[in-house]
């Protein structure tokens, strides 16, 4: 199947830290792969997986839902986890739902979070119809590229399918009761305008998770997509330095190789 442009799955092989990943529902790799680029430059070792039925077209996408996109990253995260000493996992949208996830059943083996405009919920009258509507019509117009900056798009499907619509729901849900399971330190950063996800989602997340290490970051100058848009720099930044106050051997790291 011929994937989206930049949608394939990354990997690098770096040190003993290592972070996986996340994209968003109906996006691709190609909308956090800049971020991947930043953390594999400084000598981490990434994940960046390309979630089942994403990529490709949005027929694909029928043929899939929420245990399967989260078993490909509880997958690579396992993966991480025998080839590293510590794993942070990171999500941008649903992949801010799937992080949660693994933390909330990983516990300490996530040692920390880095949440970008996190999903939590299907907004809308809408929603409620899914289970029924899922059956009658098959698309909705697509969510792709809530980018500010201009000339910029996302790798992502122009169509929403509501099976996976009503498949997205359904994870939200579960990982909405799992969240006060999660105690690992968490970076959420969200946009001040995401025409997307709403940021009473970043602030249900905060509320009910259990983690008492928390920073929250508002992003001025981004829309939905903030890893590809013009706060793209602090979120790479921030982040890094998140990972290297928690794991110090991913800054040693650093200093290592570019000193060398």
Known sequence: MQLLPGAEPFRHEGGEVGVLLCHGFTGSPQSLRPWADHLAERGLTVSLPLLPG????????????????????DREFRQLSARCRQVFVCGLSMGGALALRLAARHGDAVSGLVLVNPANKVHGLSAYA???????VRTTKGLASD????????????????????????????VDAELPRVTRPVLLMHSRRDHVVPPADSARI????????????????SYHVATLDHDA????????????????????????TTGG
């Open 54 to 73: 994403h990529g490709t077209r949005w027929e694909d996408m029928q043929l899939t839902g929420w245990q399967d996109w989260y078993a490909e990253v």
């Open 130 to 136: 899914l289970p029924v509507a899922r059956h009658l």
């Open 147 to 174: 980018i500010a900056k201009e000339g910029t798009q996302e790798a992502a499907y122009d169509r929403v399918p509501l099976h996976g619509a009503h498949a997205v729901r359904q994870l939200f849900r579960i």
């Open 206 to 221: 905060l509320d009910r998770i259990s983690s008492t290490d928390v920073t929250e970051t508002w992003l001025e100058r």
């Open 233 to 256: 720099e602090r979120i790479f930044a921030d982040s890094y330095a998140f990972i290297g106050r928690l794991a110090p051997s991913a800054a040693d790291r650093e200093g290592t």
